[in-house]
Structures are given as structure tokens and as C-alpha cells.
């Protein structure tokens, strides 16, 4: 399985191709649409996302509602291109002056140094979190397949700012605008994004992603680039702004004695090899255990700031206030939406490669078929 995306943040169009996916899986747009609105929600983000309504297009590989075994073609229009049209036209003659002030927390200057840019716009546009949008379509095809092999996943906001959640009730995520689980940090969650607003500033926090449903045996212990562990971190730091990823409950048992720490092993004639606890979040030795896979991660503050820092001209190499695109207070709501797409990749990936099969029914029956040999192992 692999896909490949396409497009800038104020260009026409943003672009996915997947390839991989078995033939026979129920697939329509308005599934993939329900994952981009979830995306968009949030209290806190900037006026772009007054502007765009995501809607997928489909181009290629599903006929009837269901995949064909042929690469799948992805489409999202930018709602805000006519505003953008001559400033990003991919010919002719350009409106606008160049970004030359570059931003102290993106990749305007590291970008602009690689690729010898002297508009940074060049670099801006394709690094901008817009570009999620399009990793949250291809995430949800790859989550339909999960969901055939009864594996399920979400995200909730863990903290926001200094605010930390207390005790979680997974129902009500979803019907919070903050993706949180607890009624009273929610509300102070409220409080001190509406505070930044006020002040021009940022805030970031931390997500947690769980899935349910895995089977042991995925990923691999024998290479480095197999572990599975690897690849989601790999997978979460991808996303803008994620600096840091947690599998389990890795950072408190660091200073912990390890017989505080690893999950005992007990054994039932129904459910096979099991823990009672699950301080390893799913994964030992870079497989999956059997156990939920929890993993979190930590979103930075957004670095565009109405209040901008101090930069430097890369033309003038004058200090400036450095520019100002378009952009939210805190976005880690849709961090968490974003990550369950690319952890959904990588466990989707991660089971094409163990079970193979070129249709559905072929993937289906190899996963059953191995979740009784695993039981009864």
C-alpha cells in the first residue's frame, strides 16, 4: 500500500492517489466527507476553515461504491482559490510581491535555504497544515478496510495549554467541539483559548489516539524500519506542529522500576494470551501485543502568531516582524482527527503486508483464520 498527495495550500486543488487497496471494499464520498468534517471542527481555528466546506471527489478506482482493486484518485477543491488565482497561477505573470520575512516556527527559512526560494511563498504553501486535508481523505479509505476486520479507532484531547483532562468519558468526545472527554477541563479549555485570542497568541497541547481491535503480530522485531511503534511515530510526526509522540504510557514509566512497568502475561482458554494492564500501549518489541494501541502526541503552539516575532528580511537581511498568513489559535482537535487518518494508514498497511490478498474476501479470511490461530496458540 502507498499513496502520494498533492497540491498547495492556495492552490486549485489538493490531490491523493492511493494504490493498494483490495478490490470489493465499500467506499463512498460521503464516508470520506464525514472524516473531513470532523477535521474542520474546533474552537479556535482561524477563518480559513469559515471558508472551506471539505468535499472529496472521486475520480478513479470505484465503480458502484465499491474499490476495484485499481488505484484510487482523490480530489479536494480549495473553496478559496479564485482569491488566489493570479497570486498562484501556474503560468503567466504573478500578483503580488514575494514573501521575503520569514516565519520563526515553520519551515519558510529552513525551506527557502534547501530550494534556494527567494519568495517564500514557495515554501509555505505546500508545508501549511492544509495539506492534512488530504491525508485525512486517504486515511478514511484506509480506515473502511480496518473496519471489516473489526479494528476501530479515535482521538481525544488530552490537554490544551496548561489545561490537563482529569477523567475521560469517551462518549461525549464526539460531541465536543474540543474532541474532549471531561465536561470541567473542556470549559477551562474554553477559557484559555478564548485568552490567546485575546492576546494574539497560540496554544498547543497534547492527543491521544486508541485502536481497538488489532491483532498480535504486527510490524516486526527484526529490522529497524518493520517495528511498528516506529512507523507510527514516524507517522505522527509528520503532522504540522507534532513534536513529540508517546506510545503507551512511555514517559511517566521512565523513571519508573521496570517491575512497575511491563504488563504481566496471563492465558484463558476463550481469549487466549492476555495482560490486565497495558502500560505498553499495544506494542512490545515493535509488534502489536493484542492489547488497545494507545499512542499521543504533542502539537507545538502554532507559530504564526497575530502578534508576530521578530525575523529577518532574506532579501534586505533587515529584522522585521515576520509575516503573517492566515492561521488558528489551537488546532490540536484536529491534530487528533489528523492522526487517527495516519495511524489508520500505517495499521492498514501493516495488515495488507502480513495478510496479503488482492480482494477483500481474501483479506478477511486470512485475518480470521489467523485471530483462531492466535487464540489457540
Not at 527557502?112 to 515554501?123: E, F, G, I, P, T
Request: glycine letters at 10%.
Amino acid at each position: 500500500m502507498r499513496f502520494l498527495t498533492a497540491g498547495e495550500s492556495h492552490g486549485a486543488v489538493l490531490v491523493a492517489i492511493v494504490d493498494g487497496i483490495p478490490a470489493h471494499l465499500s467506499l463512498t464520498a460521503d464516508y470520506i466527507n464525514a472524516h473531513l468534517a470532523r477535521r474542520q471542527m474546533g474552537i479556535g481555528r482561524g477563518g480559513r476553515m469559515q471558508i472551506e466546506k471539505d468535499r472529496v471527489e472521486i475520480l478513479s478506482g470505484v465503480r458502484g461504491g465499491f474499490t476495484m482493486g485499481s488505484p484510487i484518485a482523490l480530489l479536494i477543491r480549495n473553496l478559496d482559490w479564485p482569491n488566489w488565482e493570479r497570486v498562484m497561477a501556474v503560468e503567466g505573470l504573478l500578483d503580488g510581491e514575494g514573501v521575503t520575512k520569514p516565519r520563526p516556527g515553520h519551515a519558510d527559512l529552513p525551506g527557502a535555504l534547501k530550494y534556494l526560494h527567494r519568495d517564500v511563498r514557495n515554501v509555505l504553501e505546500r508545508a501549511s497544515a492544509r495539506e492534512t486535508a488530504a491525508r485525512t481523505a486517504v486515511g478514511a479509505v484506509a480506515r473502511r478496510l480496518l473496519e471489516e476486520l473489526g479494528i476501530s479507532l479515535f482521538s481525544h484531547v488530552v490537554s490544551i495549554g496548561p489545561v490537563v483532562v482529569e477523567r475521560v468519558d469517551f462518549d461525549r468526545v464526539e460531541d465536543s467541539p474540543l474532541r474532549c472527554g471531561d465536561p470541567q477541563a473542556e470549559e477551562a479549555m474554553k477559557d484559555v483559548i478564548l485568552r490567546a485570542q485575546e492576546e494574539g497568541d497560540t496554544l498547543g497541547g497534547v492527543f491521544e489516539v486508541r485502536v481497538k481491535g488489532v491483532l498480535p503480530g504486527l510490524g516486526s522485531h527484526v529490522h529497524w524500519d518493520r517495528r511498528l511503534d516506529a512507523k507510527l511515530a514516524q507517522a505522527l510526526l509528520s503532522i504540522p506542529g507534532v513534536k513529540g509522540v508517546e506510545i503507551g504510557e512511555a514517559f511517566s514509566l521512565s523513571s519508573k522500576p521496570g517491575s512497575q512497568v511491563h504488563d504481566a502475561i496471563y492465558w484463558d482458554v476463550q481469549r487466549g494470551f492476555y495482560r490486565r494492564t497495558n502500560r505498553a500501549g499495544g506494542i512490545e518489541g515493535g509488534i502489536s501485543n493484542g492489547e488497545e494501541i494507545v499512542v499521543r502526541g504533542a502539537m507545538k503552539p502554532i507559530p504564526t502568531l497575530s502578534k508576530p516575532l521578530e525575523s529577518v528580511d532574506i532579501e534586505t537581511k533587515e529584522p522585521f516582524p515576520s509575516h503573517k498568513e492566515r492561521s488558528d489559535v489551537c488546532a490540536v482537535p484536529a491534530a487528533g482527527v489528523v492522526a487517527e487518518a495516519v495511524v489508520a494508514w500505517v495499521l492498514a498497511q501493516a495488515v495488507m503486508e502480513k495478510m496479503g490478498g488482492d480482494a477483500l474476501e481474501e483479506v478477511v479470511e486470512r485475518w480470521e483464520a489467523y485471530r483462531e490461530r492466535v487464540r489457540t496458540f
